[in-house]
């Protein structure tokens, strides 16, 4: 009888009879002398823990897989300790802006070798708060959209020690922040209605308790004091980001009389058109509009939306990128404020190169 050892198993042979023996695990020494390396160069590569030339680590990886090695989690989260994982809480995982979110947020971790712990927390801070406990010890580190949240009960309910990062908020404590600029955006989106000769200019809002809602109302705000225009308050309608807090404000909206109207996100606009539609009333020679977000569905539309593009992808995959730099600063890291520009994209629903306006008889 002979024994034969294979790069997983020793079989042993005899009297015509082939039987597995012992299972023999392909160890990272293994990996390192396939590929003519040192131990701490596979290490480096499979932990992502220091830097290495791209075709050594081309050369361990084709190594490892050759030998059909596999590193153990468990393991390495032991020697790390790190778990791979990075935690991410979201008011909602419904509709096109929140899928693009997580399409940014997905793809840039997975190019850092890390997996993603995603939650919606239905802007609940009890909720948030449970799932911040229930992530504790199972990831590296948070991402947090939360702009309905006060920044006191933020501080109060994130974890110490666990670096944050937090989308479409400004925080008052030391937290790295990643955001878009809505106060300019929204600004721009109004002083485009103007150029086009509107005066009495409608805002559909989204809930005030959301600090993105408040500074897109601040845009809009300051887009018509810049030109003069008065501020009237019955031309201010407060929705929930949501298509069918569109369509419902549809008819209040009608009855105030605007001739246009700035609509704070992509999902409301699309529930207004609806209803405008179903109403006979025609965009943009009746009303012209204006939304925010430049979601995958608007250019769909009919009238295809102008609306101001907010980086929805870059969002996530900035959130990620300052996340990892804070994990790898460690007790160094200074937080950091990142506001992403915006700009308008101008389609039909604005009515730009219309020749002539008709007001709502």
Not at 12 to 29: F, P
Request: hydrophobic share 45%.
């Amino acid at each position: 009888m002979e024994t034969f050892p294979s790069e997983r198993f020793i079989f042993l042979v005899g009297n015509g009879n082939v039987s597995i023996l012992h299972h023999m695990a392909v160890t990272i020494r293994d990996v390192a002398r396939e590929a003519g390396v040192a131990i701490g160069t596979v290490s480096r590569v499979f932990n992502n823990s220091g830097p290495v030339k791209a075709s050594t680590r081309k050369r361990v990886e084709e190594a490892a897989r050759r030998l059909g090695y596999v590193p153990h989690g468990a393991a390495r989260s032991l020697i790390t300790r790190r778990t791979q994982t990075l935690g991410v809480l979201l008011p909602d995982l419904y509709g096109e802006f929140y899928s693009e979110l997580i399409r940014g947020l997905d793809q840039q971790a997975r190019q850092w070798g890390y997996h993603l712990l995603v939650s919606g927390m239905h802007a609940d801070a009890r909720e948030m708060r449970a799932l911040v406990r229930a992530m504790r010890g199972r990831v590296d580190g948070l991402i947090l959209m939360g702009p309905h949240l006060e920044s006191a009960l933020l501080a109060e309910y994130l974890p110490s020690g666990v670096p944050v990062v937090l989308i479409g908020n400004r925080a008052d404590f030391p937290c790295d922040t990643v955001r878009v600029d809505n106060v300019a955006g929204a600004r721009m989106a109004v002083a485009h209605l103007i150029q086009l000769g509107h005066q009495r200019i409608a805002l559909l809002s989204g809930p005030l308790t959301n600090q993105e809602a408040r500074e897109r109302r601040e845009g809009y705000r300051q887009a018509l004091q810049e030109a003069g225009l008065a501020l009237l308050p019955m031309l201010e309608l407060e929705g929930d980001f949501t298509e069918a807090s569109g369509y419902g404000l549809g008819q209040k909206l009608l009855s105030r009389r605007p001739t246009a109207v700035f609509v704070s996100n992509d999902a409301m606009a699309i529930g207004l058109l609806r209803w405008l539609h179903e109403a006979g009333v025609r965009v943009p020679e009746q009303l012209a509009l204006v939304a925010f977000d430049d979601i995958p569905m608007a250019r769909y539309t009919r009238p295809a939306l102008t609306t101001v593009h907010s980086p929805i992808y870059e969002l996530g995959a900035r959130a990620i990128d300052q996340l990892l730099q804070a994990l790898s600063d460690g007790a160094q890291h200074v937080p950091q404020e990142v506001v992403l520009p915006v700009h308008l994209v101008v389609r039909e629903s604005c009515g730009a190169g219309q020749d002539r306006f008709h007001p709502i008889p």
